[in-house]
């Protein structure tokens, strides 16, 4: 099994410009969830996602959009890009949400905005 | 809301010591608690986690933390850190209730550095 895949690894976004960092995973996890790290703030809750057409938000949703239309695959869209959303993203599954499950990372997508 | 405090940002310690970091978490409720690590250039791996039973959980890599209801703690130990423990270790809670999925809520992380 990959895991749970990310890409790109580098991305440098202009202001207001677009784009999607992808997500996959292939271990049949039902939760899919975003966050983002900067730097001496630990990581952040943006989306989540329960199963395929189920979407939530998370602590830091504002500018960010998520789809899930199949299991495997959960995206995350930045329809407006700003300085505020330099950060690295990471992207996580898990196979429950209770009982302990652990949340399986991704290799994370470290996105620049100028 | 629950959040989670890790106290110490930067520790530095030299191979052979004794580590203890220490987490302490708000919620009042029943929660689910993990420690990750964050190898340089690498992403993040669980290390041990609590969500019932003995409070006492061991980990990979000789790690281990004690859940301790009382004072919202869970203390991350080693007795003995090497090098290769050199990393950023993450705190983080999900609170145990009914609804959604609820990701976690993570500290704001220690980076620890074992020198030779």
């Known amino acids: 099994n990959a895991g749970v895949t990310q890409t790109p690894k580098f991305r440098i976004l202009k202001i207001g410009q677009s784009m999607t960092l992808q997500c996959a995973q292939d271990m049949n996890h039902n939760y899919m969830y975003w966050y983002r790290q900067d730097p001496g703030m630990g990581l952040k809750l943006i989306y989540y996602?329960?199963?395929?057409?189920?979407?939530d938000k998370g602590e830091v949703p504002n500018g960010y959009n998520v789809s899930r239309s199949t299991t495997e695959d959960f995206p995350l869209r930045l329809e407006l890009a700003a300085p505020s959303q330099t950060s690295v993203y990471f992207c996580?599954?898990?196979?429950?949400?209770?009982?302990?499950?652990?949340?399986?990372f991704g290799p994370g997508t470290r996105l620049t905005v100028t | 809301a629950q959040s989670v405090s890790q106290h110490n940002h930067h520790v530095i310690l030299s191979e052979a010591a004794s580590l203890e970091l220490g987490c302490n978490y708000s919620?009042?409720?029943?929660?689910?608690l993990f420690w990750y690590v964050q190898y340089p250039g690498q992403h993040l791996q669980l290390l041990l986690k609590?969500?019932?039973?003995?409070?006492l959980v061991k980990g990979i890599k000789g790690f281990e933390a004690e859940f301790i209801k009382s004072k919202f703690s869970f203390n991350l130990r080693k007795p003995s850190v090497q090098w290769s423990d050199t990393a950023e270790y993450f705190c983080a809670v999900n609170a145990v209730r009914g609804g959604g999925a609820d990701g976690l809520t993570f500290g704001k992380g220690t980076h620890l550095i074992i020198q030779p």
């Open positions: 996580a599954s898990s196979y429950s949400k209770q009982g302990g499950a652990e949340q399986y």
């Open positions: 609590y969500f019932s039973g003995d409070p």
């Open positions: 919620y009042g409720g029943t929660v689910n």
């Open positions: 996602s329960v199963g395929a057409g189920i979407t």
